[in-house]
Nanobody, 131 residues
Framework: EVQLAESGGTLVQAGGSLRLSCAASGFETDDYAIGWFRQAPGKEREAVSCISSSSGYTFYSRSVEGRFTISGDNARNAWDLQMSDLKPEDTAVYYC????????????????????????WGQGTQVSVSS
């Protein structure tokens, strides 16, 4: 059973940096995608970034491109989201998710805008950015 656990969320000032981590386990193969999503109060969940573990394909939403970086590797079973130049609008609960499509879930997200391939989800970690 795939299990995901996020950590690193906290309160930070605007302009600051923060690193979120996703501890992942239970994969039957090394081919999967890890995605970071977020949901702010009163808003729909939105995709932030994803990466395919074997191909290295990455996707970033326009709102975070250039400020956030996704990284990680199978050896560590840990996937990070480095966030810099944080803005109050980045405030949200951030979720780590994994696909069940051998990593293609990230490419589908990036090219078609759909996250249906992400079948496994963590509990989320709160990021609050003060102005």
């Amino acid at each position: 059973e795939v299990q995901l656990a996020e950590s690193g969320g906290t309160l930070v000032q605007a302009g600051g940096s923060l690193r979120l981590s996703c501890a992942a386990s239970g994969f039957e193969t090394d081919d999967y995608a890890i995605g970071w999503f977020r949901q702010a109060p009163g808003k729909e969940r939105e995709a932030v970034s994803c990466i395919s573990s074997s191909s290295g394909y990455t996707f970033y939403s326009r709102s975070v491109e250039g400020r956030f970086t996704i990284s990680g590797d199978n050896a560590r079973n840990a996937w990070d989201l480095q966030m810099s130049d944080l803005k109050p609008e980045d405030t949200a609960v951030y979720y780590c998710a994994a696909d069940d499509e051998a990593g293609y879930g990230c490419r589908v997200l990036g090219e078609q805008g759909t996250s249906t391939g992400f079948a496994f989800w963590g509990q989320g970690t709160q990021v609050s950015v003060s102005s």
